[in-house]
C-alpha cells in the first residue's frame, strides 16, 4: 500500500508544519510538533454550500433520548466506575502502574461476558497468546472462550474487529499498537494518538466496547497526549500500593456515569476480588493512639471511606523538607502557612512529611482538618483521642469550611464506631437522630477552635 502523506501538528496550537521543526511555527512552543496522516484533500470552499443541505439539524426534543443500554461485566465494583456496565460502541481507557493488574481485571471481566454469551476479544501486543493463556489458567478460568488475537498492527486489529464484531474488545495496550500509515516507532505520540482515533471511529461505527489499556509514565500522565483523554467516553485509573494487597480504580471522566467513582479491589492468589465494604480498609491497626495520626472520611464518588492521615514532623536542616504522599504537596504548603498565621504552629525549621495510608491519593480539600490536626499531633507528641477523626476544608484566613454531604460521612464513622468528630460548623446534624449514636460532634468555625478543642480533649 502506498504510503499517505503525513505532515505535522502542534499539540499545544493545533497550527500546522509541512516537516519536523523543534519549534512550532505558529505558537514557538518546542517540542510539540507530532507527525499526523493528512486526509483527503479538502473540497474547494464553494462545495460546502451543497453539503449543508446533506447534514441534517434537529432540536433537542426531537431526538429520541433513550439512556444507554449497558452489559454489566459480573464485577459489581469494576460496574460501579463504569457507571452500570460497558456500554455499546463506548471506549474506555484504563491506565495505572505496570504489574498493578490491569490485564488481570479485563481478563477475568472477558471471561464472565464471554460466560454470559458476550462474544469477546482480547488483543495482547505485550504477551503471547500462551502467557494469556498461562495468565487465565493461574486465575482458574480453565477452558475459556475468550478468543484472543496477538497483533500489534492496527489494520489487522480492525480487520479482525470488523469480521469478528465483538460485544466487547480489550487492546493491551494501545501503545504496542502500529500503524504502517506513519513512519514513527510504535508507542510514540503520533502512532498512539493515530491508533486510538482509528479503534474509536471502528467502535462507534460497529457498536463493539473497546477498553484500551494505556502505560502510566513516570510523570503520572498517561503515556501519550492528553487527547487520548479527550478521544475516549470514560478514563479509568488505577491507584494503590502495589504493596499492598487493595487497588483502587477511579474514574477520571465518564460521559456515561459519575466521575470520582471509585471501585475497590483485593488482589488474590485467584487475581482481583472486589471488595464490596472498603470503607475502612485504608486504616492502620494501632492498638493504642499514636502521635501524628488522624482519620479522615473522605467522599469520592459516592461512598465514604476512612483513611488515616499520617504525619510526621522533625527537625530539619537548613531547608526543611515537606513532602506527601497521596495528598497534594502544594496544599501542604498553604496549610503549613495557615497554621502558622491563624493557630502559632509553626513548623518553619521542620521537616514535615505526611501520607495517606494505603496508597490513596485524595485530592478533595475536605482533609485539610485532618492533614492540620495530625501535623501538629506529630510536632506536640501527642495522640489525638481514641476514636478520633475530622474533615473539613480550612481557608486562607483560618475558616473551616463545610464538606459535601456531610453528614453520610458522620454516620459511617458512626457506624464504623468512632466516638469523636471534629468537624465544620455546618456539617453538625442539627438534630438528634440515632445514626450518630456514640459519636460526640464537635462543631468548629475557625482553625484556632478546634486546636484549642484539641487541646483540651486530647
Ligand atoms: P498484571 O495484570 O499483569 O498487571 P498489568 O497488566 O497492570 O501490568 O498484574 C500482574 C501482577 O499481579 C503480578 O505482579 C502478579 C499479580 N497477580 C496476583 O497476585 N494474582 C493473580 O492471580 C495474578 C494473575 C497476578
Ligand atoms: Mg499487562
Redesign the pocket.
Known amino acids: 500500500m502506498a504510503k499517505e502523506k503525513t505532515y505535522f501538528v502542534c499539540n499545544e496550537c493545533g497550527g500546522t508544519s509541512a516537516r519536523w521543526l523543534g519549534k512550532c511555527p505558529a505558537c514557538g512552543a518546542w517540542n510539540t510538533l507530532v507527525e499526523s496522516v493528512a486526509e483527503a484533500a479538502a473540497p474547494a470552499k464553494n462545495r460546502f454550500a451543497s453539503l449543508a443541505r446533506t447534514a441534517e439539524v434537529a432540536t433537542l426534543g426531537e431526538i429520541e433520548a433513550s439512556d444507554f443500554a449497558r452489559t454489566p461485566t459480573g464485577h459489581d465494583e469494576l460496574d460501579r466506575v463504569l457507571g452500570g456496565g460497558i456500554v455499546e460502541g463506548g471506549v474506555v481507557l484504563i491506565g495505572?502502574d505496570?504489574?498493578?493488574?490491569?490485564?488481570?481485571l479485563l481478563l477475568q471481566a472477558l471471561d464472565s461476558l464471554q460466560r454470559s454469551a458476550h462474544p469477546t476479544l482480547y488483543v495482547t501486543g505485550e504477551e503471547s497468546g500462551a502467557q494469556v493463556a498461562l495468565?487465565a489458567r493461574?486465575?482458574g478460568l480453565d477452558g475459556s472462550q475468550v478468543q484472543v488475537l496477538a497483533e500489534i498492527q492496527l489494520e489487522k486489529i480492525l480487520a479482525t474487529l470488523e469480521s469478528r464484531k465483538p460485544a466487547i474488545a480489550v487492546i493491551d495496550s494501545i501503545q504496542t499498537v502500529y500503524s504502517d500509515q506513519l513512519t514513527s516507532a510504535p508507542g510514540s505520540v503520533a502512532q498512539v494518538r493515530e491508533c486510538a482515533a482509528h479503534l474509536t471511529r471502528a467502535a462507534k461505527a460497529s457498536g463493539t466496547a473497546i477498553v484500551l489499556v494505556g502505560h502510566v509514565t513516570k510523570e503520572g500522565a498517561l503515556a501519550g497526549p492528553r487527547v487520548l483523554e479527550h478521544m475516549v467516553d470514560t478514563v479509568l485509573y488505577f491507584e494503590g500500593d502495589t504493596h499492598s494487597s487493595f487497588r483502587l480504580i477511579r474514574a477520571i471522566k465518564n460521559r456515561f456515569g459519575a466521575v470520582n467513582e471509585i471501585g475497590v479491589f483485593a488482589?488474590?492468589?485467584?487475581?482481583l476480588k472486589g471488595v464490596a465494604n472498603p470503607s475502612a480498609i485504608f486504616l492502620s491497626q494501632h492498638a493504642e493512639p499514636v502521635p501524628g495520626s488522624c482519620v479522615l472520611v473522605t467522599l469520592e464518588g459516592t461512598r465514604p471511606l476512612l483513611v488515616e492521615i499520617q504525619a510526621l514532623v522533625d527537625s530539619g536542616g537548613p531547608s526543611p523538607r515537606r513532602l506527601s504522599v497521596g495528598l497534594d504537596r502544594d496544599r501542604l504548603a498553604m496549610l503549613l502557612a495557615v497554621l502558622h498565621r491563624h493557630a502559632g504552629v509553626a513548623c518553619m525549621d521542620q521537616d514535615v512529611f505526611v501520607n495517606a495510608v494505603g496508597g490513596v491519593r485524595i485530592s478533595e480539600p475536605a482533609a485539610d482538618l485532618a492533614v492540620m490536626l495530625a501535623i501538629t499531633s506529630s510536632l506536640r507528641g501527642k495522640a489525638l483521642p481514641k476514636g478520633f477523626l475530622a474533615f473539613g476544608e480550612v481557608g486562607l484566613a483560618g475558616e473551616v469550611r463545610p464538606a459535601p454531604r456531610g453528614q453520610e460521612r458522620l454516620k459511617e464513622a458512626a457506624k464504623l464506631g468512632f466516638s469523636v468528630a471534629v468537624v465544620p460548623k455546618s456539617n453538625a446534624p442539627k438534630k438528634h437522630d440515632k445514626a450518630f449514636e456514640g459519636l460526640t460532634i464537635h462543631p468548629v468555625d475557625r482553625i484556632e477552635e478546634a486546636m484549642a478543642l484539641v487541646r483540651e480533649i486530647g
Do not use: A, F, V, W
Open positions: 495505572g505496570p504489574g498493578i493488574g490491569k490485564s488481570t495468565r493461574r486465575l488482589m488474590t492468589e485467584r487475581g
